[in-house]
């Protein structure tokens, strides 16, 4: 039996019952990308996250646990978390 849930006909859905839960995507025989919602978190674990669009963040900071580097059309920046320098574009 196969029961599909469609929450536009409910005014309001919660989900969890007070607990943290984890969305399993299961795309390929690879590695399964989840997200798990917690006490006012998100947690993505994925290999490639795309975004189209402006990305806002707002009253928070971005905690990279490696170099993070920004870039477009060839123009890039990268931070070096455990220095906190930043890096020239590597060529």
Do not use: Y
Not at 56 to 77: R, Y
Not at 80 to 85: K, V
């Amino acid at each position: 039996m196969t029961i599909n849930l469609d929450t536009t006909e409910v005014g309001t859905t919660t989900f969890g019952a007070g607990a943290g839960i984890t969305w399993t995507f299961d795309a390929s025989a690879g590695t399964d990308t989840t997200i798990a919602f917690g006490d006012n978190t998100q947690t993505f674990t994925t290999g490639t996250a795309t975004f189209t669009g402006d990305i806002a963040i707002g009253g928070g900071n971005i905690n990279p646990s490696a170099a993070l580097t920004i870039g477009d059309n060839g123009d890039t920046l990268t931070l070096d978390s455990p220095t906190g320098m930043f890096l020239p574009p590597v060529t």
